[in-house]
């Protein structure tokens, strides 16, 4: 499962439904997946080394001169980010113990997983396909963790592009990975107070007209706005 956006949703959370079929594939998949993976257990040890990506993404709420923060539309009037992106590349690799074959290895960065190499298919997108393309590479199974993307988008780069900036983050990294002795796992389980938000409703009802008026235009301005109203009702 890799976030990606180029694949049927599995959830009822815009206008129409889940792809019924593509989301039963997905759970034998997974079921498949963890079956593989206990066949194939075998004794390793961890590497780890922490790299970074700082091309690849970028933080995408934009203060825009008109005061309001940058979602989609032209970006011609762009006065600076309004927060930091987090570029590190954190890579733990998992070696055999006999022979020191990679055995797997997972990363993570913090980029909206959006963008492939032929648009209009279904894809695992640009770390998905990093990570797929890394397996046929250097052999064992390669895994991607995604970090805190919320608001952190590519904006400028083709996906081929991604992708090959993220696998060449990933092998530099991985030639630097030293040994890690874990002897054990430890959790950390403790209640956390959150609330959900309270929508003024009037007042985001304005604020997303304010926005889509300018910078999508008819019809689309209508049909994001009937989209985040509903989004809110499902919210509250």
Avoid at 5 to 34: K, L
Avoid at 150 to 173: A, Q
Avoid at 199 to 205: I, Q, S
Wanted: aromatic letters at 6%.
């Amino acid at each position: 499962c890799t976030h990606t956006h180029h694949a049927p949703s599995t959830m009822r959370v815009h206008d129409y439904g889940p792809d019924a079929e593509f989301t039963r594939r997905i759970q034998d998949a997974i079921v498949q997946a963890v079956t593989q993976a206990v066949s194939a257990l075998a004794d390793a040890r961890l590497t780890f080394a922490l790299g970074e990506e700082r091309t690849v993404g970028q933080n995408s709420r934009m203060l825009l001169a008109d005061g309001q923060v940058y979602w989609i539309g032209a970006r011609t009037n762009v006065v600076r980010p309004t927060g930091p992106f987090d570029p590190e590349l954190p890579v733990l690799a998992f070696r055999r113990s006999d022979d020191n074959r990679l055995v797997s290895l997972i990363f993570n960065h913090s980029t909206h997983t959006i963008g492939t190499r032929t648009p209009g298919l279904r894809s695992p997108s640009i770390y998905g396909m990093a990570a797929q393309e890394l397996e046929a590479q250097l052999g064992g199974t390669a895994l991607f963790l995604e970090g805190a993307s919320g608001s952190t988008h590519n904006l400028d780069l083709t996906g081929d592009e991604c992708i090959r900036r993220i696998k060449t983050s990933v092998f530099d990294t991985l030639q630097r990975a030293q040994p890690r002795e874990v002897d054990r796992l430890g959790g950390l389980r403790r209640p956390v107070k959150y609330r959900v938000r309270r929508f003024d409703e009037a007042a985001e009802d304005e604020a997303v007209v304010r926005y889509v008026r300018k910078y999508a235009g008819p019809p689309h301005d209508e049909i994001i706005r009937k989209v985040f109203a509903n989004m809110r009702r499902e919210l509250a």
